[in-house]
Each structure stands twice: as C-alpha cells, then as structure tokens.
C-alpha cells in the first residue's frame, strides 16, 4: 500500500527540519518556509503561533527520532556495546560523505545559532544532547566491569558526544572526513587503553615510566 500523504502539518516540520539545518534558523525565513511546504500563512498559523513555535516541534521531533534513526540501527548492526558506539560514529560519517562535507550536527548548530535567552529551545536542545549521551552512557553500562574502577560513565559518554561534534564541525570546515577520522581514532585508541587486560595496563605504564626515565 503506498504511504498516505503527508498532512500540512507535517509538511511544514518536514521542511523546517530541513531549512533549519540547511540555512539555520535565522537564514530561513517565513516566505522559505511556506514555499517550502506548499502552505499559506493562514494554515501556518493554524497550527503554530509563530516560527519559535515550530523550532520547538522540530526539536521534540529530534528528540523523538533519536532512537528509530541513530540508536536502534546502531544496535541491531552489532551485539558489542563498543561496537555500537562506533556504528553510531559511523552514521555521522557517512552523512558527512552524502552531503559532500556539508553535513552540520543539526542540534549542534541551533545550540550555538539561538539566543541563549530563548531558554525554552535550549532546554530542548540540552534534552537532545543529555539524550544522546544517555544512548552511549547504555552502552558502556554494559560493559562496566570491564573498565578502570572510578571510571565516570557520564564524562565518558559526553566524551563521545564532544568527539562527535567536533569532528562533524572540522569535517564540514575542511571540506575533508579526515578530522573527523582522526578523531575518531583517536577515541577508539582510548578505549582500547581503558579495556586492555590490567597486565597490559601495567606493561604501558612501566614502558612510559622508562621511556620518562631516560629522558
């Protein structure tokens, strides 16, 4: 059966999820919005008072698709919680590569982009991240027993989250994956440290003491 067409409703998140990431919210007007959609004003404001108003519908909107669009096909790809984390690192470097390095963290921009007196927009764009972090916080929940004793499981996870965001942001600046590789392998050799086997913790710690020692 062939999917039912979108309602005006829609249309017009569908097109502000994009415009917002494509222009941002400033560059995107309402004349950009309403030719976008195919909507009149009237309908507009049918359905949101005003063009914050719609920012905070496509904000729950990330909210809400958090788990469907980057969580879950992360987790149905691998049954190793690292390995996940990855899969999920992966996902934005392929949208880096579809975009032809355009590609921006949509949260990411409209958390530096809204004034930070519009606190209810950034309570939902801290929600998105907090989410985020909470995503990757499940995943090395599962493999605690495995990391150094005190290890913070929250610092931790936003980690992975400031990785994230500054490879995309180097990424699209370079007009290169590359920053967003090396930062990535970077991260993957931290956690190889924090899971080796402990004799191979203490074998690193000597070699460093020594190498220290001879200088």
Known sequence: MANPSPTTRDRLVNSAVFLFWDRGFAGT???DLLAHSDVNSGSFYHFFESKEALLREVL???IRGLRPYIAEPAFQADDDPIARIFAILAGYRERILQTKFRYGCPIGRLA????PENQPAHQLI???FKNWVGVIRECLD???HRLPRGTDLDALATYVLVVMEGGVML???YGSVEP???AVSQLREHFRLLLAPRSAKQKHHMRLKKRHASR
């Open 29 to 31: 007007s309402m004349s």
């Open 60 to 62: 729950d909107w990330y």
């Open 112 to 115: 530096l982009e809204i004034d």
């Open 126 to 128: 801290a929600t998105n």
């Open 142 to 144: 599962e493999v605690k």
């Open 171 to 173: 990424s699209r600046s």
């Open 180 to 182: 967003f590789d090396r």
